[in-house]
């Protein structure tokens, strides 16, 4: 952030939004950021102009990070593995402000059959979705739908967590995504 009392003197007035996020670029700014910079504003006759900026700003990020319509980005979707270590955890977490439509998840078992359980999680609770699944060798496909209301979404917040409950083969999990929002 500009130091407010630099943003004073430079320009004889009040901040505006603009003052106090010149120093973020677009695709680093978080929604956070922007409350933040309007928390201490109030609507009136006098500040009608200050609104302006906000507002401008919330149409570039809606632009700026996603598709019309709400549609997957396009060029934007993957397929990922995750390794799963035997008696330890891995996460599917998007970076920054991504927000990541799940498509499908397969999980394959390393010289054996593995066993998984997926959560949600926020980094410090968890809710698990599938608990104590057996994963062959073979594969196995995780319909999320069966226990989670479609579409799948996560974020950097609240994102999935793989476990090898068993504590007895490896895994990799395959994690097939659209890009929703960056």
Same mark, same amino acid.
């Given at each position: 952030?500009?130091?407010?009392?630099?943003?004073?003197?430079?320009?004889?007035?009040?901040?505006?939004?603009?003052?106090? #996020?010149?120093?973020?670029?677009?695709?680093?700014? /978080? +929604? =956070?950021?922007?409350?933040? @910079? %309007?928390?201490?504003?109030? !609507?009136?006759?006098?500040?009608?102009?200050?609104?302006?900026?906000?507002?401008?700003?919330?149409?570039?990020?809606?632009?700026?990070?996603?598709?019309?319509?709400?549609?997957?980005?396009?060029?934007?979707?993957?397929?990922?593995?995750?390794?799963?270590?035997?008696?330890?955890?891995?996460?599917?977490?998007?970076?920054?402000?991504?927000?990541?439509?799940?498509?499908?998840?397969?999980? #394959?078992?390393?010289?054996?059959?593995?066993?998984? /359980? +997926? =959560?949600?999680?926020?980094? @410090? %609770?968890?809710?698990?979705? !599938?608990?104590?699944?057996?994963?062959?060798?073979?594969?196995?496909?995780?319909?999320?739908?069966?226990?989670?209301?479609?579409?799948?979404?996560?974020?950097?917040?609240?994102?999935?967590?793989?476990?090898?409950?068993?504590?007895?083969?490896?895994?990799?999990?395959?994690?097939?995504?659209?890009?929703?929002?960056?």
């Amino acid at each position: 952030m500009v130091n407010e009392e630099w943003v004073l003197m430079a320009h004889g007035q009040e901040p505006d939004a603009y003052d106090y #996020l010149a120093t973020s670029k677009v695709g680093d700014l /978080t +929604i =956070a950021q922007l409350e933040a @910079t %309007l928390e201490n504003s109030f !609507i009136n006759k006098t500040n009608i102009e200050f609104w302006k900026g906000p507002i401008t700003m919330h149409r570039l990020l809606e632009v700026s990070r996603t598709y019309p319509w709400g549609l997957p980005i396009p060029e934007a979707g993957k397929v990922d593995v995750v390794v799963v270590l035997n008696d330890d955890f891995n996460v599917i977490q998007p970076p920054g402000t991504e927000v990541w439509d799940i498509k499908h998840i397969r999980a #394959l078992g390393q010289g054996g059959t593995a066993t998984a /359980t +997926i =959560a949600f999680t926020d980094g @410090t %609770l968890t809710a698990d979705i !599938i608990v104590n699944a057996s994963i062959a060798a073979t594969g196995a496909n995780f319909d999320l739908n069966n226990t989670v209301s479609s579409p799948v979404l996560i974020t950097n917040s609240l994102y999935l967590k793989v476990t090898e409950t068993g504590a007895s083969y490896d895994m990799n999990v395959l994690v097939a995504y659209q890009v929703v929002s960056k």
